[in-house]
């Protein structure tokens, strides 16, 4: 086993090149690496939020507000399916956590009851022909709508779940790196966005709902009766977003909503100047606005934003290209982020921020240098050590292996962009501490061998091949460890268990390959008659 094959030593010699090369970056000013040519790779360690600092914020996800929407879309839903089925109706309204309505006939009561039953809510997953609505007839000619308790625990989860994409893909068109976003709990979520140096920008632009909705405004409500608060059925009375224009009563049901959007971007107005935000619609909401503005040329529309008034424009002629554009009281910057909104997608319900913290650069740079000196404590204990245990030849090899090993990880996690935090560097230590595990098990086998009587080259081929099981038994039940906080671990501990996995290859190959290529060389040129650490 202890041979000079030419493709070790040209797998040594390109590893050692390969990690120089991304772990260079990490030692050259920010400038030097915007100079680099094209071919050279240009990242540096990605660091986390406690060493370079950024936000920290735990939302709550506001399912009693998810459910509140979902009864009130079914309230509007009921009014539609009961008045096209031309039955007449009265008292419909939420009671109790529930849709209630009372049928003025008592002979069209089962009819309504039948036809609420088949129109209203969804399947209901895990069973056959459920939905996830109840429909019962109650006293005095009323029809109660309620929905399944498990239905509703479902839509909460899946609320969560979908925030968190949404989230997601909002930070990262900020331009964050590695942000981590995790759940917590049944209703929580525990966001952290290192380098992010304008926290309330980051919560304004996570926490907003920014569910966009085309409605048409209602012209039968006087503006003295908007002020008054009498609002037509099937309508409401909604703000406008600069506090400032009085209130307008809008009809309830969207034409067109944020869903349909393809893409949103800031621009400036051809004729003012003014930052604007041009949007485009799918084939399906391309077809229902160009419908809507066909039918109701010379009325207005409210283009509205989380239940506030962007603006509300006459429509002139008939829009049918699909896209068009949003006039507010922009700057660049708001502009901007309301086009990430959109482009990211509608929270499915309000988050409420319970928790924010914000770790400052100065604390970050004290983790760092924290870190720093630990890590090289620990190297500089583990060098005296192999020094001192097996000699200047045996320990010094051990310590250019220990060198390339350090290196590999810091090349390997500046290519991956894996986040290097606290935890992570632990794992670094850990990870020195025990890459010298191997070289010590190979290096006692020697000791044995050559007790035993064998001459050098055979001690020395025996060290890695009866050490060599040992060695990969030991490092995989570490990286099966790693691969499991990963998988099941959360922050900290994912970044505690991706230094650990990097750190278990990259020992494997540094203690074994790279240690055997030196002794081999060693050998060849010294042809000693004795090991130095017999």
Do not use: C
Request: glycine share 8%; aromatic share 6%.
């Amino acid at each position: 086993m202890l041979t000079l094959s030419r493709w070790k030593v040209l797998l040594v010699v390109f590893s050692v090149v390969l990690g120089v090369l991304f772990a260079l970056p990490n030692v050259l000013p920010e400038q030097a690496r915007a100079n680099l040519p094209g071919f050279l790779p240009k990242k540096t360690l990605n660091l986390g939020l406690d060493l370079q600092g950024g936000s920290y914020l735990l939302l709550e996800v506001d399912t009693a507000a998810l459910r509140a929407e979902r009864l009130t879309n079914t309230v509007e839903d009921t009014r539609t399916t009961l008045r096209e089925a031309q039955i007449a109706f009265t008292d419909l309204g939420v009671t109790g956590g529930a849709v209630t309505v009372r049928i003025t006939d008592p002979r069209q009561v089962q009819e309504a009851t039948r036809l609420l039953r088949n129109t209203l809510g969804a399947p209901l997953a895990g069973t056959t022909g459920g939905r996830d609505v109840t429909v019962s007839t109650q006293p005095d000619q009323r029809i109660r709508i309620a929905f399944v308790a498990e239905a509703q625990q479902a839509e909460a989860s899946r609320a969560v779940e979908q925030s968190i994409e949404i989230i997601r893909r909002r930070i990262d068109e900020l331009g964050t790196r590695e942000p981590t976003i995790v759940r917590q709990g049944s209703d929580r979520i525990v966001v952290q966005a290192p380098g992010e140096s304008d926290p309330e920008r980051l919560k304004n632009v996570i926490g907003q709902t920014a569910k966009l909705t085309f409605q048409m405004v209602d012209e039968s409500a006087s503006p003295a009766e908007a002020a008054a608060g009498r609002v037509p059925p099937g309508s409401e009375l909604l703000p406008y977003e600069d506090g400032e224009t009085p209130t307008i009563v809008v009809k309830r049901r969207a034409v067109v909503t944020g869903e349909m959007l393809t893409t949103a971007n800031a621009a400036f107005h051809p004729d003012t100047g003014q930052p604007i935000v041009e949007f485009r619609f799918n084939g399906q909401g391309a077809r229902r606005f160009g419908d809507a503005t066909t039918q109701n040329v010379g009325k207005r529309f409210a283009i509205v934003l989380d239940k506030k008034v962007i603006s509300a424009p006459v429509i002139n002629t008939a829009i049918t290209g699909g896209s068009g554009y949003i006039e507010g009281n922009f700057t660049s910057e708001s502009a901007n982020d309301l086009a990430v909104l959109l482009r990211a997608g509608a929270l499915p319900a309000p988050l409420n921020v319970e928790e924010q913290r914000t770790v400052s650069a100065e604390l970050g740079a004290d983790a760092i240098k924290a870190g720093q000196v630990s890590t090289l404590v620990a190297f500089v204990a583990i060098i005296g050590f192999m020094l001192l245990a097996y000699g200047f030849i045996f320990g010094g090899i051990s310590v250019v292996a220990l060198l390339v090993n350090g290196l590999l990880i810091i090349a390997a996690m500046s290519l991956t962009q894996a986040t290097l935090t606290l935890p992570g560097i632990a794992g670094l230590i850990l990870t020195l501490a025990v890459a010298v595990d191997a070289n010590v098990l190979i290096y006692e086998r020697m000791r044995d061998e050559v007790r035993a009587g064998r001459p050098v080259i055979s001690a020395m081929d025996a060290g890695f091949s009866r050490a060599m099981s040992t060695i990969i038994d030991a490092n995989l039940t570490t990286l099966l460890a790693a691969v499991l906080m990963f998988q099941f671990g959360a922050g900290p501990v994912k970044g505690f268990a991706w230094t650990l996995s990097i750190g278990v290859l990259t020992s494997v190959f540094t203690a074994v390959l790279i240690t055997q290529v030196l002794l081999a060389l060693w050998y060849r040129t010294t042809r000693p008659k004795t090991l130095p650490i017999a």
